[in-house]
Structure formats: structure tokens, C-alpha cells
Nanobody
């Protein structure tokens, strides 16, 4: 089970930290992705964290403002990945989803490779 938390309403320029917790899955072998979606648009990949080698990736629109990290809890099914979002903009408003993939990811257009998804958490940035 994958559960996101930490969404809310914030003014432009503010910060939020999203959390993604998964039970029953050992994060060590997974790529953790954060996605977001607004009504009428496709789901957009925002950031990835590769637990196998610790590498991170960000879509251009959030680079320098968002940071993904893991609690690095090894060999346990109690894991948490965070998305620290700073300097938020109204265009960051969306439902944010956490997802896990066991297969390699090469681009932000590969949401279909993620087999485990959370229910989403709403982030609203007011101007």
C-alpha cells in the first residue's frame, strides 16, 4: 500500500513537504516517482528517486525548487520518500501522486511502468 500525505493550501513562494509511505514493499529495489495531475491534463512526472543507486531526476519546471529524498531505511517494508517543494508557484497546483516502479525508468513519460500508486494528495498554491 502506498500512501501520500502533506498536501495542502499554501501561498505562492511558500513550501510544502510531501511524504510517500509504503508498507509491504521493500523500497531498496524500486524507483520512487512523484507525479502530478490537473483536471483535463495528462499525469506529469515530476521527480524520481532510484533506491538502487540514490540518483535523482527532476522535470525542468521544478528543478532547483523541489528536492526528493528517502529515509534510507534498508531491508524494511516501512519506508518513506519525501518531496520537499520550495518556491511554490500557482502552476504547481495539482494532485500529487507517489508511485513505485521495479523496472528501469528513462524518461518522465513512463508513468505506465509504475505498478504501485497512492491515492494522491492535493496541493493548491494561491497567487
Amino acid at each position: 500500500q502506498v500512501v501520500e500525505s502533506g498536501g495542502g493550501l499554501v501561498q505562492a513562494g511558500g513550501s510544502l513537504r510531501l511524504s510517500c509511505a509504503a508498507s509491504g514493499l521493500i523500497f531498496d529495489d524500486y524507483i520512487i516517482g512523484w507525479f502530478r495531475q490537473v483536471p483535463g491534463k495528462e499525469r506529469e512526472g515530476v521527480s524520481y528517486f532510484n533506491n538502487r543507486d540514490g540518483t535523482t531526476r527532476y522535470v525542468a519546471s521544478v528543478k532547483g525548487r523541489f528536492a526528493i529524498s528517502s529515509d534510507n531505511a534498508k531491508n524494511t517494508d516501512k519506508n518513506t520518500v519525501y518531496l520537499q517543494m520550495n518556491s511554490l508557484k500557482p502552476e504547481d497546483t495539482a494532485v500529487y501522486y507517489c508511485a513505485l516502479s521495479i523496472v528501469p525508468i528513462t524518461s518522465f513519460q513512463e508513468a505506465y511502468k509504475f505498478g504501485y500508486w497512492g491515492q494522491g494528495t492535493q496541493v493548491t498554491v494561491s497567487s
